[in-house]
């Protein structure tokens, strides 16, 4: 079956434009969240919806940072004015419920952005 | 502050033989913990888990050992195996609301060798 979809794979883009990363999450899985993992690090938990609505996103590091899920289903990470630090893999997972107990995070392949 | 410490970056093991891959957490407050593989250009995926009221959990070759007390996981991998060769991550939940947020250590990268 077909698992969490990430578009771009990869993106490369100048300091100070705008970009958009997309995810497509397993069909019927109603949490998405979103991570990023930098250069020699673990994922970082950036933000997580339920459904429509973002449940908490107080991983977004600051307000150029902001994500959507206008159905439900499909999300868009938006990030303005990029920044050198920026560049990292965003990684995108989906789960059935939003209990780490009984359903674990479906990851996608990642974006790897890099601000040049 | 790192709360999930994974403080060997990489390990080399023989084909055949047991891999133990430890982690350390240091915030009392967690209570579901899991492994993650990673291979390279793919997401992580979920190898297995363990809840804070176990101490063990074993799926097939894969096992986890958590010692609360310690604050310490271990992952056994029995026997190694040359496709196990990849990062595996260690990561940690919060008990109560907030349990949809993994925090994860850094990774530790195994290599099995032939």
């Known amino acids: 079956g077909a698992g969490v979809s990430q578009t771009p794979s990869n993106k490369v883009t100048e300091k100070g434009k705008y970009v958009e990363l997309r995810c497509d999450p397993i069909?019927?899985?109603?949490?998405l969240y979103w991570y990023r993992q930098s250069l020699g690090q673990g994922p970082e938990f950036l933000i997580y919806f339920q459904g429509t609505g973002a449940a908490d996103d107080s991983g977004l590091p600051n307000d150029r940072f902001f994500a959507v899920r206008p159905e439900g289903s499909v999300s868009t990470l938006k990030i303005q004015r990029t920044e050198r630090g920026d560049s990292a893999v965003y990684l995108c997972?989906?789960?059935?419920?939003?209990?780490?107990?009984?359903?674990?995070?479906?990851f996608g392949n990642g974006t790897r952005l890099t601000v040049t | 502050d790192q709360q999930v410490k994974q403080n060997s970056p990489s390990l080399s093991v023989q084909e055949g033989r047991i891999s133990i891959l430890n982690c350390d957490y240091t915030n009392s407050m967690f209570d579901y913990f899991l492994w993650y593989k990673k291979y390279p250009a793919e997401g992580p995926t979920f190898l297995i888990s363990i809840s804070s009221i176990k101490d063990k959990n074993e799926d097939g070759r894969f096992t986890v050992f958590l010692n609360k007390s310690a604050k310490h996981l271990s992952l056994h991998i029995v026997p190694s195996q040359p496709g196990d060769s990849a990062v595996y991550f260690c990561?940690?939940?919060?008990?109560?609301?907030?349990?949809?947020?993994?925090?994860f250590g850094k990774g530790t990268l195994l290599t099995v060798n032939p």
């Open positions: 990561a940690a939940a919060l008990s109560g609301g907030s349990n949809y947020k993994l925090t």
């Open positions: 997972a989906s789960s059935l419920t939003s209990s780490s107990y009984n359903s674990p995070l479906h």
């Open positions: 069909s019927g899985h109603t949490a």
